[in-house]
């Protein structure tokens, strides 16, 4: 597989789509004290695929969901679109999320008694609009899932159900994407198809794409990697290549919890 986009990354320019200030995160669990997020700082612009990269347990999942309004930083700042979300109510959050934000989910989420087709539908559902069968079939055609149009997530591959999970976010037609792990299942061609999907929504639709991932083809795909250690971004790149990623990410890992 190779590290390659169809279109060509374009330079962003204008205001942040996402920005994090100094962010930090505890979790409690059983009177134990997790700090997992030590003040993290970032930037991503429309038009741009930014990746986040580090060791298990560095943070970066944590991460994203404070960026999408899924976890509330115990400090520090979230902006997305312009909107502070420490200002936002849970019903402004979930609201966002059913529109002009997308997040691709590691477990997929998705409803396990609606077939693919509802499951696509569901965030027009939420919104108690009339998802458009024409766009609907037309994702669902679009990740190699026509076929499985009327199959229940029960009934499909981990792989089938990533791609169910995308589709659901394409259809959205969002301006700003999350996504955790999002080829985690896949093989390497339907891996392909999702990163190109991401990378024609930023690129193409000047979307902004933040994607957590271990992989370092999939990094190497994006326009910018942020490398997380301890709950820290300790380092950036511009890709040129997946060995490139590789040496990088092997570098961070190896010197993990000098800081
Ligand atoms: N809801 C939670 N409650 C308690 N601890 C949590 C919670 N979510 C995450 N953690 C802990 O926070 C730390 C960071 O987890 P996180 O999932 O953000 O890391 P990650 O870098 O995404 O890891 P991985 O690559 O394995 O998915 C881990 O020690 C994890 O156990």
Redesign the pocket.
């Known amino acids: 597989m190779t590290a390659t986009l169809e279109q060509p990354a374009p330079t962003p320019t204008g205001q942040p789509a996402v920005a994090a200030r100094d962010i930090t995160k505890t979790?409690t669990?059983g009177g134990t004290q997790?700090p997992?997020l030590h003040g993290v700082s970032l930037e991503a612009r429309p038009g741009e695929m930014v990746a986040v990269m580090?060791?298990?347990?560095?943070?970066?999942?944590?991460?994203l969901y404070c960026l999408a309004g899924l976890e509330r930083p115990d400090a520090g700042e979230v902006v997305v679109n312009g909107r502070n979300l420490a200002e936002c109510s849970r019903a402004d959050l979930a609201r966002m999320r059913r529109g002009e934000v997308g997040f691709v989910f590691q477990a997929y989420n998705l409803v396990p008694t609606l077939t693919a087709f509802e499951n696509v539908c569901l965030p027009h559902l939420l919104r108690h609009e009339k998802a458009d069968v024409a766009v609907v079939e037309g994702v669902l055609e679009s990740v190699g899932l026509a076929h499985r149009r009327d199959a229940r997530p029960p009934s499909m591959s981990g792989g089938e159900q990533q791609r169910v999970a995308l589709a659901r976010v394409l259809a959205q037609q969002p301006s700003t994407i999350f996504a955790d792990e999002p080829t985690g299942a896949l093989d390497s061609r339907s891996s392909e198809l999702v990163l190109g999907h991401l990378g024609r929504l930023a690129h193409r639709d000047d979307a902004c794409v933040v994607v957590?991932t271990?992989d370092p083809t999939v990094a190497a795909s994006c326009d910018r990697i942020l490398f997380?250690r301890d709950g820290l971004l300790v380092d950036e790149l511009r890709p040129t290549s997946t060995e490139q990623v590789a040496r990088a990410l092997a570098g961070i890992t190896s010197r993990r919890g000098e800081c």
Request: hydrophobic share 40%.
């Open positions: 979790f669990t997790v997992v580090g060791a298990s347990g560095s943070g970066k999942s944590t991460l957590v271990h997380m």
